[in-house]
């Protein structure tokens, strides 16, 4: 007994010192002192530059399907660029887990900057983690561009933050306004998730925009995300009989409840956030999603050459359609690629620089500008669920 | 100087503050308690600290003290009627205090509800404002700005813990430490010795606490935003996990859980995706092998009496 512990422990601090010392070693020269990267970085646009990218992501835990989604649009989004620059540019990509925690994001971010010598990265997936992880790449001087964060205050953080997932004060607004305006309605109920800091955020831009399009605030209800029962606040909601109904959460807690609703007779116009793109929407809330209005940065159904063109070769690298998170990790690395042949070098600060000046880039999540504070300027697409499938709101 | 950057760095700081949040399970599992209502306090702490130096402008190093006597006050009024609770009782009333500090947080004002606090001064800034102050910049120590603030940071936590850890070990061997480990062999057999069995629980549920609401703070700091699902339940497990995978009979067997369990992640990230399965597995093959925790008691005593060989192997793996 007493060997076997000895031997574990030893064996165990052994593989640790090794897997240390090997890691520390591969670390390239000068990384302390320089934040800049050392890439080599020929001044001629003639000669083909790597650039390295890093992507923090969350692909392990129980909200890796966002995760693998954003890496499946990162790695076809790469093989077309490599193919399409070659001899002018090649981008690696190097993955970092965080598992949804903010430690561990902090932690890949400041890994992929001084370890690995990034020229930007890429993620993370949650507006939390990029909360506490932007501000360490802003102080290294590192390009870091979210592309599923949409909570308000992300590029306040610093000017080395950047995203292309718009914020809710746009898609939000841009839904109601098409949904609501000029049909009469004038009275409207919300209904939110309490705990859960994308919906509260959502839920505020719903409110502040019912006010300002001068719709009357019958009521808000909340659940917390984990209910399955949302029949008490329904019910309360169905005696005020709104004209139309806001709800903010994510997709599993927001499609049961616009089946409860459905179910208890609510038929006031159903307007959901952004957590409801997902296709799963329509497993859940079956036939009782139809009619629901969202907005979405990205619809696979947009009659558009360039996004049919990606949901095609989507579908043939993994067999299934993309989501929005795909799309807007296929969008960042092209928008990326743009930007570093523009800075002709991998170099922090000139790509930072030819970032701040994109625009009209042409995604396939739509058109995209950044304004003065790097605040994405784009259009929202509105969709409304018809027929097992969200296509194009008319 | 290559291994000096933020990175390493970084991790190393997290490694000191789970060294100190071991200390103050320790604490409180040395009294035989089980507590899982530490995440809870250390949400105490961190809110209390981020609103005080956020909101009301004060010095970050009074707003993280307050933050720590914050949580120990709550403690006491929690304690009262906790404590005379035992084993799994205790523990699930814990938890619930903790899903309570958790739900409230969720649906106060000044908390900022499910968006947290964000924005935070980080604390390697703040020392190198204070060190600016003075006169030294990072020009005059050679470094990089990021370099020296995340170095700072790490020296004032490394500082912070040695003297927490000083305290503890003096505590061990004090009348108290000998008081909480009667307590933790038969609580009866202590009461028949005249040692006043609530008033020390409470005092070590208290300890315990106040450290948790210190690391709160510090973390508040040092990740720049707090959200309350920062301090769920699998924060609680985290915590716990410390001192059972490391050992609960010395505070060497929770340090050491805590730098095994937060280094082993970053070890392990070179594997990607298979990190989990490895660390999942590493954790059952401690429990199969070792259930009372890596390092207990005896595991010292047999390293010490036995020659230097061993001796030089041992305080690598404990500090």
Redesign the interface.
């Known amino acids: 007994m007493?060997g076997?512990?000895k031997s574990?422990?030893?064996a165990?601090?052994g593989t640790?010192l090794l897997?240390?010392c090997s890691?520390?070693a591969s670390?390239p020269?000068g990384?302390?002192?320089?934040?800049e990267t050392n890439t080599a970085a020929p001044a001629e646009s003639a000669g083909e530059f790597t650039a390295k990218i890093g992507g923090v992501f969350i692909?392990?835990?129980s909200s890796a399907a966002y995760g693998e989604a954003q890496k499946k649009g990162l790695d076809l989004a790469l093989e077309e660029l490599n193919e399409a620059n070659k001899g002018k540019l090649k981008i690696e990509i190097q993955?970092?887990?965080t598992?949804g925690k903010?430690?561990?994001a902090?932690?890949?971010v400041?890994?992929l900057?001084?370890?690995d010598n990034v020229v930007a990265i890429i993620g993370p997936t949650l507006s939390?983690e990029m909360?506490?992880a932007g501000?360490?790449a802003n102080?290294?001087e590192t390009p870091i561009f979210g592309i599923s964060n949409t909570?308000e205050?992300i590029n306040?953080?610093g000017e080395y933050v950047f995203r292309n997932s718009l914020p809710e004060s746009i898609a939000v607004p841009t839904a109601m306004k098409k949904a609501i305006e000029n049909k009469g309605y004038k009275t409207a109920a919300f209904i939110y998730?309490?705990?859960?800091?994308f919906?509260?955020?959502g839920f505020q831009t719903m409110k502040a925009t019912a006010e300002k399009m001068g719709l009357e605030n019958l009521g808000e209800t909340t659940f917390s995300i984990g209910d399955v029962d949302f029949s008490a606040q329904l019910t309360k909601i169905k005696q005020l009989n709104p004209d139309v109904l806001l709800v903010s959460a994510l997709y599993k807690e927001g499609s049961m409840v616009v089946k409860k609703a459905r179910e208890l007779g609510i038929n006031s116009v159903i307007v959901g956030g952004n957590g409801f793109n997902n296709p799963k929407v329509f497993e859940i809330a079956g036939p009782a999603a139809e009619g629901l209005i969202v907005a979405t940065p990205f619809s696979p159904e947009k009659q558009d050459e360039k996004v049919q063109n990606f949901v095609k070769a989507f579908e043939a690298k993994y067999g299934s359609k993309p989501d929005q998170f795909a799309a807007q990790a296929y969008d960042s690395l092209y928008i990326m690629s743009q930007s570093l042949l523009g800075a002709g070098k991998a170099d922090r600060n000139a790509l930072r620089d030819e970032l701040a000046k994109l625009k009209d880039f042409e995604g396939v999540s739509g058109k995209l500008s950044f304004d003065e504070g790097r605040n994405p300027i784009g259009e929202a697409v509105v969709v409304e669920a018809k027929d097992g499938k969200f296509v194009p709101f008319e | 100087m290559e291994w000096l950057n933020p990175y390493n760095i970084q991790v190393v700081t997290f490694i000191i503050l789970n060294c100190i949040l071991a200390i103050s399970i320790f604490i409180t599992l040395a009294t035989g308690q089980l507590s899982l209502g530490h995440a809870g306090f250390m949400s105490i702490g961190a809110y209390t600290t981020s609103i005080l130096s956020k909101n009301a402008d004060l010095p970050m190093f009074v707003a993280i003290i307050a933050g720590a006597l914050m949580a120990g006050l709550i403690a006491l009024l929690i304690g009262a009627p906790t404590l005379k609770l035992h084993g799994l009782y205790l523990a699930i009333a814990t938890l619930g205090f903790g899903e309570v500090v958790r739900v409230i947080l969720l649906n106060m004002e000044i908390t900022n509800g499910a968006l947290g606090i964000t924005g935070l001064k980080s604390l390697g800034t703040y020392i190198y404002d204070g060190m600016k102050a003075v006169g030294i910049t990072s020009q005059s120590l050679g470094l990089s700005v990021p370099v020296i603030k995340s170095l700072s940071t790490l020296v004032f936590l490394f500082l912070l813990f040695l003297v927490v850890l000083f305290l503890t070990l003096r505590l061990n061997s004090s009348r108290l430490g000998r008081a909480f480990e009667a307590i933790r062999a038969d609580e009866t057999a202590a009461r028949a010795m005249g040692i006043q069995v609530n008033y020390y629980k409470m005092l070590a549920f208290i300890i315990g606490s106040v450290l948790a609401g210190l690391c709160g703070g510090l973390f508040a700091h040092i990740t720049t935003a707090i959200t309350p699902t920062d301090f769920n339940y699998h924060k609680v497990v985290e915590i716990l996990s410390f001192a059972v995978i490391g050992g609960t009979e010395v505070v060497w067997g929770a340090l050491f859980g805590a730098v095994a369990l937060t280094a082993l992640p970053e070890v392990l990230r070179g594997l990607a995706e298979y990190k989990m399965i490895f660390y999942g597995a590493i954790m059952v093959l401690v429990m199969a092998v070792r259930p009372r925790g890596l390092i207990g008691s005896d595991t010292l005593q047999k390293l010490f009496r036995r020659g230097s060989k061993k001796q030089n192997e041992q305080p690598k793996g404990v500090e």
């Open positions: 007493k076997i512990t574990l422990l030893s165990l601090l640790s897997v240390g890691s520390g670390t020269s990384t302390a002192e320089t934040p692909l392990s835990g993955y970092e887990d598992g903010k430690e561990s902090i932690n890949a400041n890994k900057i001084n370890q939390g909360l506490a501000p360490v102080e290294a909570v205050g306040d953080i998730a309490e705990n859960d800091d919906s509260v955020s």
